[in-house]
């Protein structure tokens, strides 16, 4: 299997981008530590003014990964990590992999129920949370087994005090210097964890084929689920990009760490190819314009990757305060479809190309994009990445490829493909076929020259803000209402891209229709961000035979009364 010059889409390449990838022999901690030795006092990091050189780095990885060892982390343990995008959420993710261990991402703003469910499957036993999320850790039942739970302080971690708790994921946050000078109840600071010195140079690392990291996805069926990515699935990826931003220089980009690097865009763009081009990595807990644009001045960025909502408001913020956004070279948009309009606006105010990606958590994530090149088309996900191949199959049979142009279900194959899913080998027989194709659950149709575009999803995740959303999972939330006897939940498309989450729901008798109230209930289970934005009343839920929910036959009828 090679992604030749022969197939139709390498001609479109942007010029100097291979065909194929030279693929990893080493581990990403080997990859890392030669980043620490030629990269040295250079700046690795870069937190609300304050920077960290590749040695520092290097060295607090060292230490990070000696306390997690003297807390008994071994080789193949899973270590969870809670955190927003902050320098211990850098060094903590290479400490685990130094010590060959795996890291489980999660969302820190997640609920303890949302969290639940995902350490049930993985089973990690030492947790690094920051200090605001180890309450729903906390909260676990007792046959939820957690030995220890490192807690990250953000407030205490830098000088600028006041400023950060300005920009930190949690509005309204306001505390006293005095009030934040321990960890979280129950927990071990930090800076406790860096306390034991540099773990010996001498033990054992990972290889390139050890598990590296779970990263949970709704995949194709709507249930979370844990997809294993080993060192070498996330460093060819690495290099894939590298491949497609060709022309990035080493020691010269400015990578702005806007999307969350517990989503696998964000793993893949920062914790590893920003890591392999030894980069500046500025992090930003949470995207907020002003907070960009004032960096922006410091730290121009050369790399901005983002989903489309951000680039707009970005790009009319800079247009509003007169800041330029000329430095912007490489801009992918993912994770959701990317507006005309978008793009005008924002290639209008940086002079560069915006250009649409595609990728999914098991593609370690990304799988194809449009070039850097004039060769570009708008409004479609691009063509296959370097070293990775397509096929466009039968919905009734993956075996059966379907005539070119004709829509049918996107298979992807290549190094960047996952292992399979945690603990479940049903739904890895399911995306994974025996021959090393992944089944993407997309419908798309392709043109002559391998140009995708995307006109239907088989699965039915919602995409709001570039989150997968579950509507199974907020169905489960909403039927635990007293007034609410049934629901369905789907995704209302947005003009300006991405979806707003609806939810048709029955009524038990007596009961009546208050959406507040329903929202309310969601936002004790739910993130922000997986809660309806609308709420309407139906008789009766659409169900197959076998009595699964017709989302299909939901939306039709429900949304033209939005």
């Known amino acids: 299997m090679a992604n030749t010059e022969h197939e139709p889409w390498v001609k479109n390449y942007q010029p100097g981008v291979p065909a194929e990838i030279e693929l990893p022999t080493e581990s990403l901690v080997a990859m890392l530590e030669r980043?620490?030795?030629?990269?040295?006092?250079?700046?690795?990091?870069?937190?609300?003014?304050?920077?960290?050189?590749?040695?520092?780095?290097?060295?607090?990885?060292d230490r990070a990964a000696e306390g997690l060892r003297r807390l008994g982390v071994k080789a193949g343990d899973r270590v969870a990590l809670i955190l927003p995008n902050c320098p211990q959420h850098v060094v903590a993710f290479y400490a685990v992999l130094r010590l060959g261990a795996v890291v489980v991402e999660h969302n820190p703003l997640y609920t303890s129920r949302e969290l639940r469910h995902q350490f049930e499957d993985h089973q990690a036993r030492i947790v690094i949370a920051w200090d605001k999320a180890t309450a729903a850790v906390r909260e676990f039942p007792a046959d939820i087994e957690i030995d220890h739970v490192v807690s990250v302080n953000l407030l205490t971690a830098f000088p600028t005090l006041k400023r950060l708790a300005l920009h930190l994921p949690v509005k309204g946050l306001r505390q006293s210097r005095a009030a934040l000078t321990g960890p979280a109840p129950g927990t071990m600071a930090w800076k406790d964890l860096l306390a034991f010195g540099v773990i010996d140079f001498e033990h054992p690392r990972p290889s390139v084929d050890d598990l590296a990291a779970i990263q949970y996805t709704s995949g194709t069926t709507g249930t979370p689920k844990g997809a294993m990515l080993t060192h070498f699935n996330l460093y060819s990826n690495a290099l894939q990009g590298e491949a497609w931003m060709h022309g990035a220089q080493y020691r010269k980009e400015i990578f702005y760490a806007i999307l969350p690097m517990f989503h696998a865009f964000g793993m893949t763009l920062y914790l590893t190819y920003g890591i392999r081009k030894q980069g500046l990595l500025v992090l930003f807990p949470k995207f907020e314009p002003g907070l960009i644009l004032d960096a922006m001045k410091k730290s121009p960025a050369t790399v901005y990757c983002a989903v489309p909502p951000i680039y707009e408001r970005t790009a009319l913020a800079a247009q509003e305060k007169g800041i330029s956004l000329r430095s912007c070279k490489y801009c992918i948009s993912g994770a959701m479809n990317l507006p005309d309009h978008v793009v005008e606006l924002w290639e209008s105010v940086s002079g560069g190309l915006l250009v649409e990606g595609y990728g999914m958590t098991e593609s370690s994530p990304v799988a194809l994009g449009n070039p850097f090149h004039a060769s570009r088309r708008t409004g479609?996900?691009?063509?296959?990445?370097?070293?990775?191949?397509?096929?466009?199959?039968?919905?009734?049979?993956?075996?059966?490829?379907?005539p070119l142009g004709q829509p049918g279900e996107l298979l992807l194959k290549g190094p960047q493909v996952f292992q399979g899913y945690w603990n479940n080998p049903e739904e890895t027989a399911k995306a994974l076929l025996p021959n090393g194709w992944l089944r993407t659950g997309d419908i798309v149709t392709v043109d002559e020259d391998g140009f995708t575009t995307i006109v239907d999803r088989a699965k039915e995740l919602i995409i709001t803000g570039g989150f997968n959303v579950s509507p199974s999972e907020v169905?489960?939330?909403?039927?635990?209402?007293?007034?609410?006897?049934?629901?369905?939940?789907?995704?209302?498309p947005l003009e300006r891209g991405g979806e707003m989450v609806v939810a048709a729901i029955e009524?038990?008798?007596?009961?009546?229709?208050?959406?507040?109230?329903?929202?309310?209930?969601?936002?004790?289970?739910?993130?922000?961000?997986?809660?309806?934005?609308?709420?309407?009343?139906?008789?009766?839920?659409?169900?197959?035979?076998?009595?699964?929910?017709l989302r299909k036959q939901v939306r039709e009828q429900v949304l033209p009364l939005l």
Not at 36 to 43: K, N, R
Not at 511 to 519: C, H, I, M, P, V
Not at 528 to 537: L, T
């Open 35 to 61: 980043a620490v030795a030629e990269a040295g006092t250079h700046p690795a990091l870069e937190f609300f003014g304050r920077r960290t050189t590749y040695t520092e780095l290097g060295d607090q990885i």
């Open 507 to 549: 009524l038990k008798a007596g009961a009546t229709l208050d959406e507040d109230a329903l929202r309310a209930h969601c936002r004790e289970h739910l993130a922000a961000y997986k809660i309806p934005r609308r709420i309407v009343h139906i008789e009766n839920t659409p169900r197959s035979m076998l009595g699964k929910v």
């Open 475 to 492: 169905e489960a939330v909403l039927r635990l209402h007293p007034s609410v006897s049934d629901a369905a939940v789907i995704g209302r």
């Open 380 to 402: 479609t996900i691009g063509v296959p990445f370097p070293s990775t191949l397509m096929k466009v199959v039968d919905l009734d049979d993956p075996n059966v490829e379907v």
